[in-house]
């Protein structure tokens, strides 16, 4: 079975860092990989999915994750931060075969300080 | 891009009671639905499966009795939750594949709060 670490639960950073959420999953096979943003009371918006080529893929309101293999990572990352990034980000995986339903990290809280 | 539509947003209803949450997908058809529970500061649990024309199929440790699922139509799956209880309160969040997209697209969540 699939699952997800996300080993931070909360990152602070300030307006206009840099951001990188840490994601680790386990998996047998080359999985699908999520990552999902979701902002106080609201459901979950896909912020950019991995499922094969290039390892590098680029998703919505800027941001972009890396898949490497050898780490077994997918870290989320984005240049420069703006205040309305501030929510509850989780990553997922999916397993390759079937159906790939997503299983759900536990998710990293982002704040954003001024 | 795909949507989901879940209504209610909140719910608030009296311990015995039941609440019926729905789900539907606006753009798509969708023969898989899935419902999920979140607790305060936790991360998704995926309660069951929903499928179109058919039983659902639930995960370990949910309830069957309590979560009935009915996904009568290609577009349209609601989650009852039957005789709550305070320890049903939580938020409840449905999810449907969109084949075409290759993800899964969610709704905007149910808070329900049984006193």
């Known amino acids: 079975a699939q699952s997800v670490t996300q080993p931070d639960i909360h990152i602070t950073v300030s307006e206009g860092a840099s951001l990188e959420l840490r994601c680790n999953y386990s998996?047998?096979?080359?999985?699908?990989l999520f990552w999902y943003v979701q902002s106080p009371g609201q459901g979950l918006q896909l912020l950019l999915k991995?499922?094969?080529?290039?390892?590098l893929v680029q998703g919505i309101k800027g941001f972009e994750a890396e898949f490497k293999r050898s780490q077994s990572s997918f870290n989320l990352r984005k240049p420069s931060v703006h205040w309305s990034d501030a929510a509850e980000y989780f990553c997922?995986?999916?397993?390759?075969?079937?159906?790939?339903?997503?299983?759900f990290g536990r998710g990293t809280s982002l704040i954003v300080h001024p | 891009g795909a949507v989901v539509s879940q209504h209610p947003s909140r719910v608030i209803c009296k311990s015995g009671t039941s609440v019926k949450i729905e789900c539907r997908s606006l753009?798509?058809?969708?023969?898989?639905m899935f419902w999920y529970r979140q607790f305060p500061k936790q991360s998704l649990m995926l309660m069951a499966t929903?499928?179109?024309?058919?039983?659902?199929?639930?995960e370990q440790g949910v309830e069957k009795d309590k979560f009935l699922i009915n996904h009568a139509s290609l577009t349209l799956s609601t989650l009852t939750v039957t005789s709550a209880h305070p320890e049903d309160s939580s938020f409840y969040i449905c999810?449907?594949?969109?084949?075409?997209?290759?993800?899964?697209?969610f709704g905007s969540g149910t808070r329900l709060t049984v006193v």
């Open positions: 999810s449907a594949r969109d084949a075409g997209a290759y993800g899964y697209t």
């Open positions: 998996y047998g096979a080359t999985p699908y």
């Open positions: 991995y499922f094969s080529g290039d390892t």
């Open positions: 997922a995986v999916g397993a390759s075969g079937g159906s790939y339903i997503p299983t």
């Open positions: 753009d798509f058809q969708a023969t898989t």
């Open positions: 929903s499928n179109e024309g058919s039983k659902a199929t639930y």
